[in-house]
């Protein structure tokens, strides 16, 4: 159902800290095609907001940190476009999905999720199984609908009332780390922050607990999701997830003992 003669407009919106080395890649991948370009960066120190200029004026920071899920709200309240398409600063719309993203915000739908298929490198290659692909996100909605949830971590668009979720064609390229340790940070961080957050609503771990997730964690990444058939790389994306399920239990669990 079409709600307006004329045609709707869309933005582009990023949360960003320290991105300097992926923006200008990330935001080449649009800028030629969206009307609207919003970034909210939450205290970078490199040359990120340079960046962000030459692409756009609606740059603003936010140096507290309340989460991803608060933060992509601030986001979206300087967004004015019709749709929101978010965006990581290490992804890359690919010309399907920039074809098929044109089409969905051309027939603005009312109510109406759409969801990726992201597409992720680890350590300079792309990985097809280890649950990695496909990896369905919902990314695209109409700006007055909805909005994502107060997740700290693992935040998500929340579908509307009687809403419904579509999913496009074309993937969403994903680049993330090339660096082993970098990567381990990075997962070290989001397990610190799950467990505050599953602390905060009182729920408890226990060693035995952990132990048990995380070995799931190996076995449900290499085997029953085919990590094998990505070969070393899998092998090494089960062992990562299994540490980060191990720190993100035992991380709880040790939140009570103090």
Not at 48 to 55: K, L, M, N
Not at 138 to 155: F, G, I, M, P
Request: aromatic share 12%; charged share 25%; glycine share 4%.
């Amino acid at each position: 159902m079409n709600q307006q003669n004329t045609k709707p407009s869309l933005a582009v919106a990023l949360i960003v800290k320290n991105e300097a080395k992926h923006l200008a890649a990330c935001l080449d991948s649009v800028k030629d095609w969206v009307d609207e370009i919003v970034i909210l960066d939450s205290g970078s120190s490199d040359t990120t907001e340079e960046i962000a200029r030459q692409y756009t004026n609606k740059f603003f920071v936010s140096n507290d940190w309340p989460g991803f899920g608060m933060q992509r709200q601030r986001a979206q309240q300087y967004v004015e476009s019709d749709y929101i398409l978010w965006l990581d600063a290490d992804e890359r719309v690919t010309p399907e999905l920039r074809q098929s993203i044109q089409q969905a915000v051309a027939s603005n739908h009312i109510n109406t999720v759409y969801q990726v298929n992201r597409l992720s490198t680890a350590f300079g290659k792309f990985i097809h199984h280890s649950g990695w692909h496909p990896d369905w996100i919902s990314r695209l909605h109409r700006r007055n609908e909805t909005q994502y949830n107060d997740v700290k971590v693992h935040e998500s668009i929340v579908i509307p009332a009687n809403g419904k979720i579509e999913k496009l064609t074309g993937n969403l390229e994903h680049y993330t780390f090339e660096d082993f340790f970098e990567f381990q940070r990075k997962q070290q961080k989001y397990a610190e922050l799950w467990a505050e957050e599953k602390f905060l609503k009182g729920k408890k771990s226990s060693i035995a607990s952990a132990v048990i997730h995380s070995m799931f964690s190996f076995i449900r990444t290499y085997i029953l999701k085919a990590g094998f058939l990505d070969g070393k790389h899998g092998f090494i994306i089960a062992c990562i997830n299994a540490q980060y399920v191990l720190n993100k239990y035992l991380g709880l669990h040790l939140k009570h003992k103090k």
